[in-house]
């Protein structure tokens, strides 16, 4: 047992370092690692047949995923993280628990199990906002990341389990299975994604995104000292400038960047800052006759109108706020727009109804500055990658306290902006109008895995329930 507790760390290890940024300037991780953590998990899980031991070898490994992206709950919350542990172990608790009952198929219905324990977690009917997979994303910066277009998050998911498990099979003599695995996911990922083809391309927008990493207290202050609000404003209003300049027509903010105004009109520093470019997008709360929402602004030279709400809201930590809903994309210089905050990014259904309302362009607005200096921030980055590939949209990431990026149609980061530093970044995002497979039928692959995984549960069972013997 010991050699089986020690592959399931190793796999932890590896889930852990696929979500690390990996050197200066760079964004992405070691994804491939996560591929590869499902093989000393596949060995750990192998001939196992404690189910309750199979549990915890499984948890042990998922914690590797689970404490880089809900570690920094804590700094809000201190409970946060103990309890999301507690309840999203479950999911990856009866993964480990499901391949032991599944006897000689455990090899098999692994990948099957963690596709359908993801799908689970991530399910906003069964967790509301508070849903939440995560093996998907370590693929933001490999090229698996492409499989989220036919299928959404599953497909990645699947996708890392089969390879992992598959080198297993290949190192253990189950050589054939092996290939059988690595062939058909060549043929899936050499296939062209319907709806990212140049022929979808409808046009292009220069686009800039401002974070200024400054301190969240000064935007408190701001309302109630004209000082503070003009010290304040001015670092977005040169950013702004500077990427009005290099040519952006649409300049994006972070989250909540505007102070808090009620019914009070918005300082005047703030109106500077917002008019150096064409149309500046910003978030801030909006005071309704129905409720208060998270939203997003876009000021137009003239005043604020609302674009967006914040749809799928921080349990316990947003409670005064209201839900916002599902909505047509907004008209900025020339392309539909639909502006997203914060925790919407981790909900491929939220950007996908958008698209079907015919959205040119994903605009995610957040402040991960209660992370500090965890990987939190990156992982959020990494929700957007999936969300841009899945759609075949291109996305603004306008994180205030960084980083920040503006993300291609098939996932590809095209200008990014470190952590805790003011910076203005701006590119050229193209402005696609196709419909990928995801877009078109949803998650496909998720509930067939589940359905598999049964199959082959049952079949385990049967098998290791079955009289040895002849008749």
Known sequence: MTRRVALAALAALLFSLSLRPWGPGSWGGLGLAAVLAFVPLSAALDGLRRPWSA????????????????????????????????????AWALVGASAAYAGRLTPL??????????????????????????????????????????????????????????LHWAVSGRRRSAAYSALAL?????????GVSPAAVGGALRVGVVQTAQSTIARLLAPFSDEVAAEHASLFAALTRQAALAGAELVVWGETTLPDIGDAPLPAAYRTALSEAPVTVAGGVEYASDGLYNAVFAWDGSGLEVVGRKQALVPVVEAPYTNGRPRDPVMLQGAYVAPFVCLDSVHGGLSRE????GAELLAYLTDDSFAGLTTTPWFHLRTVVMRAVESGRAAVFANEAGPSALVGPTGEVLRLAGPHEPAAVVDEVPLLTGTTPFVALGDWVGPAASLAAVVLLVAGLASRHAPTGTW
Do not use: K, N
Not at 56 to 78: I, Q, T
Not at 127 to 148: C, E, I, K, V
């Open 55 to 90: 549990a915890g070898l499984a948890v042990l490994a998922w914690l590797g995923l689970a404490l880089p992206v809900f570690g920094s709950a804590s700094l809000a919350r201190w409970w946060s993280t103990p309890a999301l542990l507690a309840v999203f172990g479950v």
């Open 109 to 166: 219905a692994l990948p099957l199990l963690v596709t359908a324990a993801e799908l689970a977690a991530g399910s906003r009917a069964l967790w509301g906002d508070a849903a939440f997979s995560m093996l998907a994303y370590t693929q933001a910066d490999t090229p698996l990341r492409h499989l989220a277009a036919w299928t959404g998050t599953s497909g990645p998911a699947l996708a890392a389990a089969l390879i992992g498990c598959a």
């Open 354 to 357: 958008s698209v079907r309302r």
């Open 186 to 194: 060549a043929l899936v990922l050499a296939l062209p994604v319907p």
